[in-house]
């Protein structure tokens, strides 16, 4: 079946130190992949977003790329700030059914 | 504008008991999903409310989870004879157009004891 796997946490990094969140999928045919951020105390953000193959999605500094030859979408962020801990969800979702199929969620800690 | 509203947004209850939890979508939209996040299990699919249509309840992890959607707006999703395994955050969302952006509420965090 279709699901998502990403990496486990908590992840605990230094202000400005580069960041990388794997995500891997399993799925047939051509999902639209998402990541979504969940701050303390606040609800589910959509983060970004590609559709398709080779797409980059990038928001707030983050980026990631669909890649459909590892079936990955790696979060990425050059240089990370306390602000951006939080849960970060990776995701996925056909454009002809209605439901998000998520990861398990990796928490995210920058320590000053 | 307004956002996804939740009530309430803690429910401490006993196992046996039934619970009701609310969700306000955002003014207009159409389109509405039931979640849970629960640890170790992480986000999972419930519920869809799409305008008029038959809901998918696809996600429905029982047969004592049932939700409604009256006139097209709020919904509430019942959970009958709770047990500690309902344990959870119950997360509602709803978007324009089924396909469209999903714009998340705070959750409502249900313990069972």
């Known amino acids: 079946g279709n699901s998502v796997t990403q990496m486990e946490g908590p992840v605990t990094l230094s202000e400005e130190a580069f960041l990388t969140i794997n995500c891997t999928y399993t799925?047939?045919?051509?999902?639209?992949l998402f990541w979504y951020v969940q701050y303390p105390g606040e609800g589910l953000q959509l983060l970004l977003k590609?559709?398709?193959?080779?797409d980059k999605g990038s928001n707030k500094g983050f980026e990631a790329t669909y890649r459909k030859e590892t079936t990955s979408f790696h979060l990425e962020k050059g240089s990370v700030q306390v602000s951006d801990s939080a849960v970060y969800f990776c995701?996925?979702?056909?454009?002809?059914?209605?439901?998000?199929?998520f990861g398990s969620g990796t928490r995210l800690s920058i320590r000053p | 504008g307004a956002g996804v509203s939740q009530s309430p947004s803690n429910k401490v209850t006993e196992k046996g008991k039934d619970v009701e939890l609310r969700c306000d979508p955002i003014s207009g939209h159409t389109a509405l999903y039931w979640y849970r996040q629960s640890l170790g299990q992480g986000l999972e699919f419930l519920i869809y409310?799409?305008?008029?249509?038959?809901?998918?309840k696809s996600g429905l992890p029982s047969d004592r989870f049932s939700a409604e959607r009256t006139g097209g707006s709020v919904s509430t999703l019942t959970i009958q004879r709770t047990q500690q395994e309902d344990s959870a955050v119950y997360l509602c969302a709803s978007s324009l157009l089924d396909n469209y952006e999903q714009y998340f509420g705070p959750g409502t965090r249900l313990t069972v004891t």
């Open positions: 409310f799409q305008g008029n249509s038959a809901p998918d």
């Open positions: 590609a559709t398709k193959a080779d």
């Open positions: 995701a996925l979702r056909y454009s002809s059914a209605s439901k998000i199929i």
């Open positions: 799925a047939t045919g051509y999902p639209s």
